[in-house]
C-alpha cells in the first residue's frame, strides 16, 4: 500500500518559505541548501498539477492557487500540533516559550505584574516580551502573541477582547499651582497641553473626554508635542511640563507617589480597549492557550 501523505514534507518546506520570505531564509531556518527546497517546491508544484509561486532573481510571491494552498496547509499543520499538545499535555504542567509584543504604555505599566503572577501559576512557560509601538508582522517576525490598541483592521487575524481602559486627565501639582486647574473643557485651551502625535498618520492624537454625559474627541494644542513614544508625555506631565491624557492604569501609581493629580474628573468616562491577537492558521499552544485564559481573567 502506498504511502498517501509522503508528500507532506514538501508541502512543511513550502510553508516554511512563505513564513521566512525567501527559499534562502528557509534553507538556513531548516538547516539546509536552497537547492533542495527549490527541488521540494518544484516536486510539489508537479504533485498539485498548479503553480504555487512566482519566482524571480529578486523576490517570490504566491499565485491566487499559492495563497489558498498556503491557507489549508497551515489549517491542516495546526490540526497535528493541537493533537499532539493533547497528548502530550494529559497529565502534565503546562510548558513551552511565548513570543509575545506589546506597545510601551500596557508592557510598561500593566503587563509586569501580570506576568509576575502568570510565572507564578505557570512555572514551566517562558515569556519572552517585546516592547514596541510598531505593529508587529506575527507570521513573518514569529511572533505567538501581540496586544494592540483599538480595533483590528486585519481580518486574518483573531483577537481576543482583554479591557477596556479607562482614561483621565492628569497634571503635576507643581504645574496646578503656577498655572491654576482647568474646570472645563473650554478651559484647556489656556493651558499647557501635551500632544501625541501619532507615527501612523502623523496627526495629532485626540482627547477622548465626556461633556454632560456626551461624548467630546478635543484636539490638544501645546508647544510641546511627543511623537513616537507615549510614554513621553507622561514624563513630561510629571516633570510639571502640562497637562496630558493617559490611563487609568499609568496614572494611579503616579498619583499615589504625588507625582501627577488627577483633574477635572466629570469629564472621564471614555475608555480604549486593548486586545491579545494572534494568527489563526498557525495555532495555539497550550501555553499560549493559558497566557490569553489568564489575561483575559486578570483583567477582564
Known sequence: ??????????????????????????????????????????????RLGVQL???????????????????????????????????QGRGAETVGHIRLSAPTTYAHYRLPALLQQFAAQYPGV?????????????????YDLAIRLGTLPDSRLVARKLEDAPLCLVAA???????GEPQHISDLAHHRCLPFIMPSSGRIASWSLNDNAQPVEWTPKGQIQVSDDILGVI?????????????????????????????MRHTRGRTRPFSLIYAPHKGL????EAL???MQQATG
Do not use: W
Open 53 to 87: 509561486m512566482r519566482r524571480t532573481t529578486r523576490q517570490l510571491s504566491l499565485t491566487q492557487a499559492g495563497r489558498h494552498y498556503y491557507e489549508q496547509a497551515c489549517s491542516a499543520f495546526s490540526v497535528f500540533e493541537r493533537a499532539e499538545r493533547d497528548i
Open 285 to 288: 499552544s497550550s501555553a499560549c
Open 235 to 263: 514624563s513630561l506631565a510629571a516633570s510639571g511640563a502640562g497637562i496630558c491624557q493617559t490611563y487609568d492604569f499609568i496614572a494611579r501609581p503616579l498619583m499615589a507617589g504625588g507625582l501627577l493629580r488627577e483633574i
Open 126 to 142: 517562558t515569556v519572552e516580551l517585546n516592547i514596541t509601538n510598531r505593529n508587529v508582522d506575527l507570521v513573518a517576525e514569529g
Open 1 to 46: 500500500m502506498s504511502r498517501r501523505f509522503a508528500h507532506l514534507s514538501d508541502v512543511e518546506i513550502f510553508v516554511t518559505i512563505i513564513e521566512k520570505g525567501s527559499i534562502t531564509a528557509a534553507a538556513i531556518a531548516l538547516a539546509t541548501t536552497a537547492s533542495v527546497l527549490s527541488r521540494a517546491l518544484t516536486r510539489l508544484e508537479t
Open 292 to 294: 490569553i485564559r489568564f
Open 173 to 179: 501639582p507643581a504645574y496646578l499651582q503656577q498655572h
